[in-house]
């Protein structure tokens, strides 16, 4: 038998070798540069044997039993790697050839949806009654942005006809043979296997969390949605309404000083300023929209960061957005995802552990721990001294307090609203996959969406219908989107520890190494609960997002002008170094690179973006 530190070294590298195959694989595939979907299926399946190798607990455990305890660094860190990978097999071993088959069949099925979704059209109809073509990035955008009711309507049709499409294309198919696998597993339904791999814990107990917020912020939410009523009439919570009915005007005032143009040199700035380091990693940023591409903001990391017998390895991270630049609203939300994901490369650049293990986005990583490093970085996007910092219009002038202002009258009502459409997809998939075979029919699943929609955000439909998110769709992110609210809890919690502590967020240098230290470096040889401790002194406590979430629209605008003026009595913080060799591409082409500068890169991006807008 192998010694413990070359078993434990040998692991390591067969790791990384199918790991970077599958990535590369995933990332030409889902950005369109390649048609090698059956290499990446296999590539896939290759890495999933890898990780549900049920042998390898024994072979681990034994491993563990021959360290001597001696204290020795070295069988001290191997003794700690081997724990790493025991989690990691531990939540993901198949033991048996019919769970393997399972796996199998999941991933065949998976990988042909992805095919015919990547080629089905969707279109919406112009304001001049023109069939126009469109991705789900622009349809949304339609809805919450543009000012024709009958572009919004047809755009948010094309949602409900794509929720159709879903439903009859392998969806429902796909549905059982996830519950089929997880009761060969020994779980009632796929949502109860995924909820205890994503985030260590029963969906009873998950649950127990969601049920107390939903009556926390039930009364803000139901009270918003009946005063737009009174104020702007029934037809203003239609779903093709809703969003443009409170928000349309203030997103289209805010639209000029927030050009997309302008997203990269504010996160290279924003960021720098925070003191975030990327440890030598090398990024690859894929921002705008295009046919074939998919239709959602992500990362992932070919390379993960670790030590390698006390070597840096330092990550290699590939982040993607999906930017409309001629679209209004593009630009707020083509950064709002550039921060997102930008935040979960900073984390993923940063695990500091002795094991590729540790830095890896699936289980046993909680969803919930990965995207509050995320959700922490664009929660900054509205907080009103980060907007006078960075929200600019191509004249330099700065966004002017009424626009800030207008924001909040326009959306604090709505904060509520806004994590409620977070909780109704596992409250909708919990649903959905507790319904027996026969009940899975297309007309089912669809009177299921509309009423989950109607008891949760108050709307006969949503603007954004539950089918057509895609999360839904995919494996690794099916059954996993409460990660998301849950995230948004520690977001807010480590927010106000920041506030209590320093006074301010925005540009705060203290921030990047506190993050580093407490939530990135661990990567998962600590809990989510363990981090947020770590750095709070405080356990998970959901009450401060529910507090910012049941605030007035005057407290709100109270606490954002304090804001402003503690940033006229500071001085503004250095602009860091990333450390990271950064490319933007949009496919194959490169649009930019910091291989000269960072204010080279930021130059060619916005020449790149103004061509293009």
Request: some cysteine.
């Amino acid at each position: 038998m192998l010694n413990a530190k070359h078993y434990f070294d040998t692991l390591n590298n067969d790791y990384l070798a199918v790991h970077r195959e599958k990535e590369d694989l995933f990332w030409s595939t889902y950005m369109a540069t390649s048609d090698q979907s059956e290499e990446f299926a296999l590539s896939e399946k290759k890495w999933a044997n890898f990780i549900s190798d049920a042998s390898r607990i024994s072979e681990i455990k034994a491993h563990i039993k021959q360290i001597p305890d001696d204290n020795s660094e070295e069988n001290k860190a191997t003794k700690q790697g081997l724990k790493g990978w025991l989690a990691l097999f531990e939540s993901n071993a198949l033991e048996s050839v019919n769970e393997q088959n399972l796996k199998a069949d999941l991933i065949n099925a998976e990988a042909i949806l992805f095919e015919k979704k990547k080629n089905h059209i969707m279109t919406f109809t112009d304001e001049k009654g023109q069939s126009v073509e469109a991705s789900t990035i622009a349809l949304a955008l339609n809805v919450k942005a543009n000012d024709n009711e009958s572009v919004r309507l047809s755009s948010h049709q094309a949602f409900l006809d794509l929720e159709q499409w879903v439903l009859n294309n392998g969806f429902i198919e796909l549905v059982k043979l996830r519950n089929q696998f997880a009761r060969s597993l020994g779980y009632d339904n796929f949502f109860d296997y995924s909820v205890v791999k994503t985030e260590h814990m029963t969906s009873d107990e998950l649950f127990a969390i969601l049920e107390d917020f939903e009556k926390l912020t039930r009364d803000t939410n139901i009270t918003s949605i009946n005063n737009l009523k009174e104020e702007k009439g029934e037809n203003a919570t239609k779903a093709h309404n809703f969003y443009f009915s409170f928000a349309g005007d203030a997103t289209r005032a805010l639209d000029p000083y927030m050009p997309f143009s302008g997203s990269l040199r504010a996160w290279v700035e924003s960021f720098g300023r925070l003191n975030i380091d990327y440890a030598g990693a090398e990024l690859t940023l894929d921002l705008l929209d295009r046919k074939g591409k998919y239709q959602n903001g992500f990362c992932h990391g070919p390379i993960p960061s670790y030590y390698d017998n006390g070597q840096w390895v330092a990550a290699k991270v590939n982040f993607t957005s999906n930017a409309l630049p001629s679209q209004v609203g593009s630009g707020y939300s083509g950064i709002n995802t550039l921060f997102h994901e930008g935040g979960h490369a900073a984390h993923f650049s940063n695990v500091a552990q002795n094991s590729p293990c540790f830095s890896q986005e699936f289980a046993p990583t909680s969803m919930a721990y990965a995207e509050t490093q995320s959700m922490f970085c664009d929660s900054l996007l509205s907080d009103a001294d980060w907007l006078k910092t960075y929200a600019k219009d191509k004249n330099g002038k700065v966004v002017p307090d009424k626009v800030i202002k207008a924001l909040i009258e326009t959306k604090q009502p709505f904060f509520a609203y806004g994590e409620r459409s977070i909780m109704i997809v596992p409250y909708f998939e919990r649903a959905l996959y507790q319904m027996n075979d026969e009940d899975l029919t297309a007309e089912n699943i669809t009177q299921l969406a509309r009423k989950t929609e109607q008891e949760i955000l108050g709307l006969e439909c949503s603007p954004r219908p539950l089918l057509a998110i895609p999360h839904l769709l995919s494996d690794e992110s099916a059954c996993s989107y409460q990660g998301y609210l849950l995230a948004n809890m520690a977001v807010y919690q480590t927010r106000a520890y920041f506030t209590e502590r320093f006074g301010y967020l925005c540009d705060n240098p203290k921030i990047g190494p506190l993050l580093t230290k407490h939530y990135w470096n661990p990567g998962n040889s600590m809990s989510h609960d363990e981090t947020i401790q770590s750095l709070t002194g405080e356990g998970f406590n959901a009450k401060y997002l529910a507090d910012v979430c049941n605030l007035s629209v005057d407290k709100a605008w109270e606490l954002e002008k304090a804001k402003v003026k503690e940033l006229e009595q500071r001085s503004q913080a250095p602009l860091a170094d990333l450390n990271a060799k950064i490319q933007v591409v949009d496919g194959i082409k490169i649009l930019a690179s910091n291989e000269v500068s960072i204010d080279d890169m930021c130059n060619d991006f916005e020449l790149a973006i103004e061509k293009i807008s």
